[in-house]
């Protein structure tokens, strides 16, 4: 069963918001590009480009994620 909270209504709708801080990479915009073609039930139409596109995309953005977690996680100590 899926929390309202992680419903993909809601998940997108943060991610909306949160792209709307100034501080967004092209990564992570060509990932949630991919996300909102998906959750409406269509295959991504770049993705005619080689994967490989993808695949940077979301190297780039876990590497972003992580480090950033990890920089919360030292400053919390």
């Given at each position: 069963?899926?929390?309202?909270?992680?419903?993909?209504?809601?998940?997108?709708?943060r991610?909306?918001?949160?792209?709307?801080?100034?501080?967004?990479?092209?990564?992570?915009?060509h990932?949630?590009?991919?996300a909102?073609?998906?959750?409406?039930?269509?295959w991504?139409?770049?993705?005619?480009?080689?994967p490989?596109?993808?695949?940077?995309s979301?190297?780039?953005?876990?590497?972003?994620?992580?480090?950033?977690?990890?920089?919360l996680?030292?400053?919390?100590?």
């Amino acid at each position: 069963m899926t929390l309202p909270a992680n419903k993909i209504t809601n998940v997108r709708r943060r991610a909306e918001r949160a792209r709307n801080i100034e501080i967004t990479c092209p990564a992570s915009r060509h990932l949630h590009l991919m996300a909102d073609d998906l959750a409406h039930g269509k295959w991504p139409s770049f993705w005619v480009e080689p994967p490989q596109h993808a695949a940077e995309s979301i190297y780039s953005v876990l590497e972003s994620l992580w480090k950033a977690r990890a920089e919360l996680a030292r400053l919390k100590k």
